[in-house]
């Protein structure tokens, strides 16, 4: 989970989640989309897929990347825990 937040802490990983979110695409597309150069975007897709966040499949001769699920919903597990921690502190602040 740490690693989860870690490697979205950085803005231009987390564009490419968000680009990803939308649909599957190749690294050419995301170069376009972000305006980075390939040896950047490679990095960053290098480190999203170490860590777990993306896949990418070999398609004819490029590859194609996606979001994996998993590590989102357990951030989103982890952040619903907060949630509810903050929820219940403040519920009895106001009491």
Do not use: C, K
């Not at 490697?7 to 680009?19: G, K, M, N, S, T």
């Not at 990418?56 to 590590?71: D, G, K, M, N, W």
């Amino acid at each position: 989970m740490q690693d989860t937040l870690g490697i979205l802490a950085d803005p231009q990983r987390r564009r490419i989640v968000e680009l990803l979110r939308d649909r599957p695409r190749t690294p050419n597309e995301l170069v376009t989309e972000l305006q980075l150069s390939q040896p950047g975007t490679s990095r960053h897709l290098r480190i999203l897929r170490e860590g777990g966040l993306v896949t990418s499949q070999s398609q004819a001769q490029q590859r194609i990347y996606s979001l994996r699920p998993e590590p989102f919903e357990e951030l989103a597990s982890w952040l619903q825990d907060i949630r509810q921690l903050w929820a219940s502190q403040l519920d009895a602040l106001g009491n």
